[in-house]
């Protein structure tokens, strides 16, 4: 019990530096690499929320030497199947949109052309909210102070985090209303089904005794 005791100042000092670590450290962002094979399909699938930033940045690396004819095309799609972004014979380039609904978004390469020809190797670099803000191009425009441009992203990351857990309790009343809502239609479903074994039971009885009398079987 020693041990778990000590003075309250000491216990929070330590999640509250962490916080405070992560908070103030930048956002680290990895680009997702892969191999896209010729005439085939790739897509990447990401839940994005409602009236967010989204950014990005692609090359597709080309090592046939232009032989086969080889195409590369680029297609950014909502689960509606609205075209967001398109690219015929994508090598390289930048997107930008911003999301006009919570929804599923889907990043498509496609790959085209003929004979053996070695796989192409595409790097997709996809941020989304306080991510793909440039700070420093706000900082220039609104002549801000380097403290200043870091609350400005704190508070943006903060606004980020609240909006996160608003959207958790949102789907997390929506959960507890569907099973709620569920239960309630087991219960009515159990009380008609046992009120029908009931009245089948009863039924059988009846049927029973009088085909018994019938049969005169019992009086």
């Known amino acids: 019990m020693s041990g ?36 085939s399909r790739k897509c990447l699938r990401e839940e994005i929320h409602k009236d967010l930033l989204v950014t990005g940045a692609y090359e597709i690396s080309d090592q046939s030497g232009g032989a086969g004819g080889l195409r590369s095309h680029l297609k950014i799609t909502d689960s509606a199947g609205h075209i967001l972004y398109s690219k015929e014979d994508a090598t390289k380039g930048k997107f930008a949109f911003t999301t006009e609904d919570y929804d599923m978004f889907e990043v498509c390469f496609e790959s085209k052309g003929t004979g053996r020809i070695p796989d192409q190797l595409v790097i997709l670099d996809m941020k989304h909210g306080v991510e793909a803000k440039n700070y420093e191009e706000i900082a220039k425009v609104e002549k801000l102070k380097p403290l200043e441009v870091e609350l400005r ?10 909006n996160d857990f608003a959207y958790m309790k949102k789907r997390e009343e929506e959960m507890r209303d569907t099973n ?26 009846f049927y029973l005794r009088r085909f018994f009398k019938a049969k005169k079987l019992i009086e």
């Not at 992203?153 to 609240?162: A, F, G, Q």
């Not at 239609?185 to 059988?204: E, K, N």
Request: positive net charge.
């Open 4 to 39: 778990l005791s000590g003075p309250p100042a000491r216990r929070g000092r330590c999640p509250l530096a962490l916080l405070l670590l992560f908070l103030l450290c930048p956002s680290l962002v990895l680009a997702i690499s892969f191999h896209l094979p010729i005439n």
């Open 180 to 205: 709620e809502s569920t239960n309630t239609r087991v219960l009515y479903f159990s009380i008609f089904s046992m009120f029908c074994l009931i009245g089948l039971a009863t039924w059988q009885v």
């Open 153 to 162: 992203r704190l508070e943006d990351l903060s606004e980020s985090i609240v």
